[in-house]
């Protein structure tokens, strides 16, 4: 029972990882510190851990869930570190979108959070397809991140409308947007592909 409260400790501590994961992610990545948890742990319970050290059956039983812990945090680094390609969006910037209208380009804003499980779904499924980064290099993109609050959030929020994230704006050549095609909330790579192609459908051609 001792060692099995300890686990829990290490199962609050791997949870509360995972809630400021978003906040240490820009220093080193939140795959580290997850990936680091679970190894310490392994360690600590599988082998630092004098708990029941006398019982025949016990000490094997540790080792083996600390071997668990720790080839299961290896390997959740190196799935997490894989080099996937992805839309390659730049922090929203007013002046961009006045240029791109000028030059009758097409823009996406896209609002997102690291603590918004829709928004990661939306960046890990969709906006790593193919299709999607290949027609997306047709349009500026643009990144509002609401991570950390900032004080001009408040008007941008304000100015589209936004009420929830995740949330894609799209911009068509003319420096307006396309409101018909606004995704809110999550949206399949299938739907997002099929706005995408209109709003490129309906921009005129680039003169830049």
Request: one cysteine or more; a positive charge; hydrophobic letters at 45%.
């Amino acid at each position: 029972m001792l060692w099995i409260r300890k686990l829990m400790g290490w199962v609050l501590l791997g949870m509360a990882a995972f809630m400021i994961g978003p906040l240490v992610s820009q220093f080193f990545g939140k795959q580290w510190l997850l990936a680091g948890v679970s190894v310490a742990a392994g360690v600590h319970l599988g082998w630092l851990d004098t708990t029941g050290k006398k019982l025949k059956i016990f000490p094997y039983f540790k080792k083996v869930m600390g071997i668990i812990l720790v080839v299961g945090g290896i390997i959740y680094l190196a799935l997490t570190s894989q080099n996937v390609g992805k839309i390659e969006w730049i922090p929203y910037n007013q002046t961009i979108l006045e240029k791109a209208a000028e030059e009758r380009k097409p823009a996406i804003i896209d609002f997102y959070a690291n603590w918004c499980g829709p928004c990661v779904a939306m960046e890990r499924e969709v906006f790593t397809d193919p299709k999607v980064i290949k027609l997306s290099r047709n349009a500026i993109t643009m990144r509002l991140d609401l991570t950390r609050s900032q004080p001009f959030h408040d008007d941008l929020m304000r100015k589209y409308q936004i009420r929830g994230i995740p949330t894609a704006v799209f911009i068509n050549g003319q420096g307006l947007e396309e409101k018909r095609l606004r995704a809110i909330g999550f949206v399949e790579k299938g739907e997002f592909l099929k706005r995408l192609e209109l709003l490129l459908d309906n921009s005129p051609p680039s003169q830049g």
